[in-house]
């Protein structure tokens, strides 16, 4: 045997040794670790200010928030640092009752100066969340009476503090240690993170995973079953399948077509069903609405020139469902007791549509731009845009689809250079403060330039709803908001889309919850 | 030589700086990066606070001579979506890189110069045939197919590899073999046909007439001088695997420079965007330098006039 032969027989001996100790390696680490794989895991900061809903998924188990919830999206005085609250008869003053012993992952004490600090800076210039901007209207102060006790001071009534402070909507109310920061400094801080969640920081390596690690006995938790708890970035469907059957991955966001397949392999396929809504609007007129879709009747042609039960079967391949509301998230419709009727859902009747138009004037159809993009969670994006444009063809509408990337439609929309146009969103589910807050930006006139409705009569129920102190008029409100973005037509609802996650067959009994960008791992983790 | 070297380097701080500018201008006229950073929700306050936050909405020459100022000094700024400092960003992934592009050269060229060199000493033989074929499945498979079907069957199906992210030697395998097939196709075929017409010449005669042993005939006298091309093509293909191996980085989910750059387009985020064109460039200066420093030593006839 020549040397070169001797020395490819070891390397090959060598390959397939190594191989074993892989596989073995891989099935061992599956009991203690956690593993999630994510397409993307947004701006993958750790500081909440500057991270918002998108990174929830992994910056929830890392800070508890001031106010919890439960996996169904309910507040709850478990789940938080808050075991209760209680507002004033003005409804000025929320005092919040904080947990004892509840202590950072460097062993300092959690504190009302702690809860303080992270709500202000929360609303801070820095923060990049997006809902900063109704805290630092409504709030006037926040006082510390004492270590365990604090006091929201807000400049008019409102009922809304604890659930914008809460797990259900963004990151700010997540409590950050107020030592240890103004010691580091921001920019310390968001690289080697501190909190007080069941799960520590302990090493991230952007565009490639988040490692955390448990920490024992927590209130939340118990000792977490799962030692460590990785967020990996695998932005390629076919890998992160290939890691689910390797055993690398416990938990993969999977898209739709494939969830058939997997199912037939034996991988159990959780579906958040409604996680998000396919809503599409006109970019309006620097004025407000713009010819020809002020009037109502082009409006309601547009709508029912679409056949939604096909786009749901054909695009989405049957895991999405009908939407009947413009924007209208249906995880907060229990929230306010609203129920809509089979006479809101769009019925397909091109007939119609045709109608309608030819008594709007418009018997030979108008020219109608439609962006097309591809959105984050959203892989159909281009193709549903396309597909609907085809049924406004059928009904004489000239469409034109003009592709980019969501960036450039949104400067469209929000300097309304194309007034007419048609946009859309994959909108996450929410509660109703989280409908709230999207309502107040995109269907409310003083909210230019982001107002996709532009009706004084809905202006005037956002406006009463952030001071409204009686919660069954808010829910009131809410449902009229719904009601009439219904009754005029005040946007393209589409459909409701169930996202796909695939676990690994060891997994286990898991509920994702429908609280908006958390899978509630808390659950799964739990040792009690 | 030293002269050589010397003027070569001002040469490439001139290109850096010319591209500093082309690349500040060609960034900020992609649009507004905020949009990719704030929820579509965010308001006009929250975005104005944020330009101000980032220093977005400083005049753009100030803009500029900022980041000229502090990338001499290697300071590239803070990432606007990640908000953590560039060079951090590259210092975390460009080393993930090297290792990956150092892995699949190092595969080419162990394909490569067997085959390559065999295929020209058996020209036309079935080791000859085979190197071609070799050659065309290097040069057509496109480098996207290729890696989804070594995912989705050898990692995925059989199970015999790492499927993605940087977990160990083994997770090197599939990306770096993706990576290399492409360059084992253009090396082998120009160490081909430069051994071919090497082995014919009257020097290679002469040593097989005096009795030298043909592997010393090969290895030592032939390989050499059909070495040039090669070194050039390994050099620049080995910037090109370092600094964009953007598909092959978003399939195997490898944390490298190429899915940082892809990231920072995708995302407007100016600082990563100018950052990475500039260790780019960098890069390719400095592998085009080794290169040319290469050629003398491998050639004596060449050296660079004083």
Not at chain 1, 299 to 307: K, P, S, T, W
Not at chain 2, 51 to 69: C, K, M, T
Request: net charge positive; proline share 6%; glycine share 8%.
């Amino acid at each position: 045997m020549t040397s070169s032969s001797r020395f490819v027989g070891l390397a090959l001996l060598s390959l397939a040794l190594a191989l074993l100790g892989s596989v073995d390696l891989a099935s061992a680490q599956a009991k203690t670790e956690l593993n999630v794989g994510l397409s993307g895991l947004a701006s993958e900061t750790l500081d909440p200010p500057v991270a918002g809903h998108f990174v929830k998924y992994y910056l929830s188990m890392m800070y508890d928030y001031l106010v919890g919830s439960t996996a169904d999206g309910q507040l709850s005085p478990t789940g938080g640092l808050a075991t209760k609250w209680e507002n004033s008869a003005d409804h000025k003053r929320w005092t919040f009752h904080l947990r004892k012993g509840v202590t950072f992952h460097n062993g300092d004490p959690v504190t009302a100066d702690d809860v303080k600090f992270s709500l202000e800076r929360a609303a801070g210039k820095r923060s990049t969340t997006g809902y900063a901007g109704i805290l630092r209207t409504l709030v006037d102060k926040i006082e510390t009476p004492a270590p365990d006790r604090i006091v929201i001071v807000t400049k008019d009534p409102t009922l809304i503090i604890p659930a914008y402070l809460s797990r259900t909507l963004s990151s700010e109310g997540m409590i950050v240690p107020k030592k240890y920061i103004e010691t580091v400094g921001d920019d310390a801080f968001a690289r080697k993170p501190i909190g007080s969640g069941p799960y520590k920081f302990v090493e991230q390596v952007t565009g490639s995973h988040i490692k955390l690690a448990a920490v024992d006995n927590h209130w939340r938790t118990g000792t977490p079953k799962y030692k460590t708890m990785t967020f990996r970035v695998v932005p390629e469907e076919t890998t992160r399948i290939a890691l689910l059957r390797r055993g690398e991955v416990d938990i993969a966001e999977v898209s739709r077509e494939r969830v058939k397949e997997l199912q037939r392999e034996g991988f159990p396929v959780q579906l958040r069903r409604e996680e998000s809504i396919f809503s599409m609007w006109w970019v309006l007129d620097p004025s407000g609405w713009p010819a020809p879709m002020k009037d109502k009747r082009v409006r309601e042609a547009m709508n029912v020139a679409i056949d939604r039960g096909e786009v749901v079967q054909g695009i989405f391949g049957g895991l999405a469902e009908p939407a009947p509301i413009p924007m209208g998230l249906s995880w907060a419709f229990k929230d306010i007791g609203f129920k809509p009727g089979p006479e809101m859902n769009y019925t397909y009747d091109p007939a119609r549509a045709k109608k309608l138009l030819a008594d709007a004037g418009l018997a030979n159809g108008f020219p109608l731009d439609v962006y097309a993009f591809q959105l984050t969670g959203f892989p159909e994006g281009k193709a549903a845009a396309e597909a609907v444009a085809g049924y406004w063809e059928k009904i004489g509408i000239k469409t034109k689809l003009i592709p980019v990337d969501y960036p450039a439609f949104r400067k469209n929309w929000v300097d309304r250079k194309t007034p007419g146009a048609i946009g859309y969103f994959n909108i996450a589910n929410r509660n109703w403060i989280g409908a709230y807050a999207l309502l107040e930006k995109m269907a409310y006139s003083p909210s230019k330039p982001n107002d996709t409705a532009n009706d004084p009569e809905i202006d005037g129920m956002i406006a009463q709803v952030m001071k409204q102190t009686d919660q069954q008029k808010v829910n009131t409100l809410m449902r009229n908001i719904y009601t009439r973005l219904r009754s005029e037509h005040l946007g393209m609802p589409i459909a409701y889309l169930h996202s796909a996650y695939a676990t690994s067959k060891t997994l286990g009994k898991w509920n994702p919850g429908t609280v908006m960008y958390d899978f509630y791992l808390d659950d799964l983790a739990a040792s009690k | 030589m030293v002269r050589f070297v010397a003027t070569r380097l001002l040469q490439s701080l001139i290109a850096l700086l010319m591209l500093s500018v082309v690349v500040f201008i060609l960034a900020r006229a992609t649009g507004d990066p905020l949009s990719m950073v704030l929820p579509m929700s965010a308001t006009e306050e929250d975005y104005a606070n944020a330009r101000a936050y980032l220093g977005l909405d400083r005049p753009y020459l100030e803009q500029y001579f900022s980041f000229v100022g502090r990338a001499v000094v290697g300071d590239f700024g803070t990432s606007i979506r990640a908000r953590k400092p560039v060079s951090e960003l590259i210092g975390e992934r460009l080393p993930n890189s090297l290792k990956l592009a150092t892995f699949a050269m190092t595969v080419s060229v162990l394909m490569a110069f067997p085959l390559g060199i065999m295929a020209a000493v058996k020209k036309g033989t079935a080791v000859d045939r085979m190197a071609q074929i070799v050659s065309i499945l290097g040069q057509s498979l496109p480098t996207f197919w290729l890696a989804i079907v070594l995912v989705e069957f050898v990692a995925g199906r059989w199970q015999w590899l790492p499927a993605g992210g940087n977990t160990g030697f083994l997770s090197y395998v599939l990306p770096g073999f993706t990576l290399g097939w492409f360059v084992v196709a253009g090396m082998m075929r120009l160490l081909r046909s430069g051994m071919l017409e090497v082995l014919d010449s009257e020097y290679v005669k002469l040593a097989r007439v005096k009795g030298v042993v043909e592997g010393r005939v090969i290895w030592l006298h032939a390989l050499k001088n059909a070495m040039i091309p090669v070194v050039t093509f390994a050099g620049i293909y080995f910037s090109i695997l370092v600094t964009t191996a953007i598909v092959v980085e978003t399939v195997f989910a490898w944390p490298g420079l190429g899915r940082l750059a892809y990231e920072g387009i995708s995302g407007r985020d100016f600082p990563v965007i100018q950052a990475v064109v500039m260790v780019t460039a960098a890069i390719v200066a400095v592998v085009n330098l080794g290169v040319d420093c290469l050629y003398a030593a491998i050639d004596p006839r060449i050296r660079y006039a004083r």
